[in-house]
T-cell receptor, first 112, second 113 residues
Framework: DAGVTQSPTHLIKTRGQQVTLRCSPK?????VSWYQQALGQGPQFIFQ???????QRGNFPDRFSGHQFPNYSSELNVNALLLGDSALYLC???????????FGSGTRLTVV | QQQVKQSPQSLIVQKGGISIINCAYE??????FPWYQQFPGKGPALLIA?????SEKKEGRFTISFNKSAKQFSLHIMDSQPGDSATYFC????????????FGAGTRLFVKA
């Protein structure tokens, strides 16, 4: 039973560029949440997708956008990258109406 | 009101000792309180969780104590082992909307052999 799969594992981008991160949820899960984890900090909620719609959003600018596909996989897009966007980006899947996340190992994004 | 405050930031415990991490919240809409364990290079993994209708939950060496009136909860790791060395996050989820989870800032635990 595969868990949450994220790709790529590491990424280096230049300021101003755009990046797309990908996530496949755990089998049977239909909800995907994205988190940003800065070094030494707790994960910060970016947004959550369910039924291909953004259901909730945290305090992140519009440069952060996402998408969920019919197979429940999801993408996180970040435009106009800033140095401060350097972080570990975590994808977590869950069941709609259920508690508890299964996290992937994350994508380490470095903006230079 | 959406914050979850966690302490201490770091903790050093002798092997066999008890590790205690504390958290506090303000939003009474929170009704699910999980603890996550994170090793370097990995995503957080759900360790144990509690609902506010019970005051304590135990799973093996891990126990959550919950004080609803004080809006506080804590994780106790009994007989701490070097393999428990990791970062621990408390978290809280509301009973409405998408059940998004709010995380504390984390506690880095080091268990000395």
């Amino acid at each position: 039973d595969a868990g949450v799969t994220q790709s790529p594992t590491h990424l280096i981008k230049t300021r101003g560029q755009q990046v797309t991160l990908r996530c496949s949820p755990k089998s049977g899960h239909d909800t995907v949440s994205w988190y940003q984890q800065a070094l030494g900090q707790g994960p910060q909620f970016i947004f959550q997708y369910y039924e291909e719609e953004e259901r909730q959003r945290g305090n992140f600018p519009d440069r952060f956008s996402g998408h969920q596909f019919p197979n429940y996989s999801s993408e996180l897009n970040v435009n106009a990258l800033l140095l401060g966007d350097s972080a570990l980006y975590l994808c977590a899947s869950s069941l709609a109406g259920g508690y508890g996340y299964t996290f992937g190992s994350g994508t380490r994004l470095t903006v230079v | 009101q959406q914050q979850v405050k966690q302490s201490p930031q770091s903790l050093i415990v002798q092997k066999g000792g008890i590790s205690i991490i504390n958290c506090a919240y303000e939003n009474t809409a929170f009704d699910y309180f999980p603890w996550y364990q994170q090793f370097p290079g990995k995503g957080p993994a759900l360790l144990i969780a509690i609902r506010p209708d019970v005051s304590e939950k135990k799973e093996g060496r891990f126990t959550i104590s919950f004080n609803k009136s004080a809006k506080q909860f804590s994780l106790h790791i009994m007989d701490s082992q070097p393999g428990d060395s990791a970062t621990y996050f408390c978290a809280a989820s509301p009973n409405t909307g998408g059940f998004k989870t709010i995380f504390g800032a984390g506690t880095r635990l080091f268990v000395k052999a």
